[in-house]
T-cell receptor, first 121, second 109 residues
Framework: NAGVMQNPRHLVRRRGQEARLRCSPMKGHSHVYWYRQLPEEGLKFMVYLQKENIIDESGMPKERFSAEFPKEGPSILRIQQVVRGDSAAYFC???????????????????FGAGSRLTVL | GIQVEQSPPDLILQEGANSTLRCNFSDSVNNLQWFHQNPWGQLINLFYIPSGTKQNGRLSATTVATERYSLLYISSSQTTDSGVYFCATCEEGNNDMRFGAGTRLTVKP
């Protein structure tokens, strides 16, 4: 059972270009979360999606950032017109159930991918 | 939203020593996880522990939900334990797991 798969692992972009990061959740997981980690900092929530729906995007910057989780294929985090401040590690996580509901079975446990490291020159 | 504070921010140990990492949170929670981020950046889930005590080898964790804190114990530490330990939690019905700032552990041989 493959874990959460993210690609690319490393991405270099020049200012003004677009970055696309992909995430395939674990098999059987229908809840996908994107987090951003700046150097030497903790992870910050960006967006929570289920298939074909954005459920919570309260952590997404208002401009240039978008996310989708289509019926078929991976979830995609898209950053348009990248700037140097976008340089960070972007982590995707998935869970069988929503994180905020307690399950004795731990069905709301988050499993993270290896991350995509974006460098903007 | 919920606040998550971890202590200490940095910890340096000699191999074989024991340590306790603490996570305080500001509200009642339905989910609490401890993660280890290794030097290569990978996040490994250590424990799902919204309440109670769990043990896994040299690691154990306890969450006292009524007092809003969780502890991670590392016994007989090894150099491979080095990295950053994060506590993350979220409130009932919420979607965003809030991460603490982490405890950076360095275990010296």
């Amino acid at each position: 059972n493959a874990g959460v798969m993210q690609n690319p692992r490393h991405l270099v972009r020049r200012r003004g270009q677009e970055a696309r990061l992909r995430c395939s959740p674990m098999k059987g997981h229908s809840h996908v979360y994107w987090y951003r980690q700046l150097p030497e900092e903790g992870l910050k929530f960006m967006v929570y999606l289920q298939k074909e729906n954005i459920i919570d995007e309260s952590g997404m910057p208002k401009e240039r950032f978008s996310a989708e989780f289509p019926k078929e294929g991976p979830s995609i985090l898209r950053i348009q017109q990248v700037v140097r401040g976008d340089s960070a590690a972007y982590f995707c996580a998935s869970s069988p159930r929503m994180t905020g509901t307690q399950y004795h079975s731990g069905a709301n446990v988050l499993t993270f991918g290896a991350g995509s490291r974006l460098t903007v020159l | 939203g919920i606040q998550v504070e971890q202590s200490p921010p940095d910890l340096i140990l000699q191999e074989g020593a024991n340590s306790t990492l603490r996570c305080n949170f500001s509200d009642s929670v339905n989910n609490l996880q401890w993660f280890h981020q290794n030097p290569w950046g990978q996040l490994i889930n250590l424990f799902y522990i919204p309440s109670g005590t769990k043990q896994n080898g040299r690691l154990s964790a306890t969450t006292v939900a009524t007092e809003r804190y969780s502890l991670l114990y590392i016994s007989s530490s090894q150099t491979t334990d080095s990295g950053v330990y994060f506590c993350a939690t979220c409130e009932e019905g919420n979607n965003d797991m809030r991460f603490g700032a982490g405890t950076r552990l360095t275990v010296k041989p």
